[in-house]
């Protein structure tokens, strides 16, 4: 036979039934006392019968805890049709049982907010984009204010937060750009170079490579690696930044977070993206100009040569020009999207890959409007 006398704590604070099958609540029912006698009271055997006689007189303190879980147990055997007899409470143990069982009842059940037709999911993300372009506008507006303000006391540039966005954004980034871009050379030169050979002009791989990397792709390869690179970044010190509050407490030495984070990131990227770019151009070419002479017999001298006459000096600008647009788009993204977070971890990650994803698309929209419209001006 299973003994149901259950003891908890070494103040005797339990619960027992007696062999005529009263129940007895002993000690004190308080909060420290709670844990292990609600663990107790799942496997705890309540008398059989439809009345079940429990008897509080020795219980010696009780809480509002305590009241709560000695109502949830007796409430639990009046759901099941049975009665409840509670013998010898105390008039204070009383009052705070009445409270707790008046406070549960009043509480309402939450009813399930069901699934969204559709017109209220259109309507709901409708909302959401708008407020999205909201806020973008209103960021972009703070941007354009503060760059304005930059302009007019260039005394206030933070020059050490440049100089390091300079290094981190700029020089560390020579590397995967010049790889990325080398390897673009290569398989422009290398695709071209089979169709050439069968119509016997091979020095227009000279053509080819220059244009299509000083005019397009050079520009905006390196666009998207900083968008990957730079643009998460911004976004996760940002997001980090907001998460743990230090953008408050920046704001409350009354400094303004866009003079002090966004606009030497911006800066810097409007200065670095250029230069990446002529480095992306130099290293693109050379390996075009490898390719051609391997693969096409065009000696470097010939290659340069070719180059000079058939590559216009627009064309470089062209490139080059299109990079601070695209510095700015970069920087302005990732940081409103790091603004933009609202939650933990979770939301650092999501609007860093948001980001990542935007910049890269503005990127790629304002490139091809910049093709369109050179080539309806006719340069």
Known sequence: MKDNTVLTMEQSAGISVSPEGIVSCDGPWTLPHLAPLEDRLAA???????????????????????????????????????????RDLRPEF?????????TQAAIPPVEGLGARTKLEQ?????????????????FLGESLAAWLRLLATLRSIRWRALCRSLELDGFNALPIVGLLTFLMGVVIAYQGAEQLRKFGTNIFIVDL????????????????LVAGRSGSAYAAQLGTMKVTEELDAVRTLGISPMELLVLPKALALVIAL???????????????????????????????????EAVALRHFLIGVGKAPVFAVIIALVGC????????????????????????IFLVIVFDAFFSIALNWWGL
């Open 94 to 102: 009383a009052q705070l049982l009445q409270i707790v069982s008046t």
């Open 122 to 138: 259109v309507g709901f993300l409708a909302w959401n984009r708008l407020n999205q372009w909201k806020n973008g506008l209103a």
């Open 209 to 224: 490579v220059g244009i299509s990397l000083l005019r397009e792709i050079a520009p905006l390869v390196t666009a998207i």
């Open 44 to 86: 705890f055997l309540w008398p059989d019968g439809p009345t079940v006689v429990v008897n509080a007189g020795k219980t010696t303190a009780m809480d509002t805890g305590g009241a709560w879980l000695l109502q949830r147990s007796l409430g639990a055997l009046q759901r099941d049709g049975r009665q409840v007899e509670l």
């Open 336 to 359: 409103y999207q790091g603004f933009q977070i609202r939650g933990g971890v979770d939301d650092v990650g999501r609007h860093t890959t948001i980001s990542v994803v935007q910049a």
């Open 274 to 308: 250029p230069l990446l770019t002529v480095y992306a151009d130099a290293v693109g070419v050379f390996g075009g100009m490898l390719i051609a002479s391997g693969q096409l017999g065009v000696s470097f001298t010939e290659f340069l040569t070719r180059f000079e």
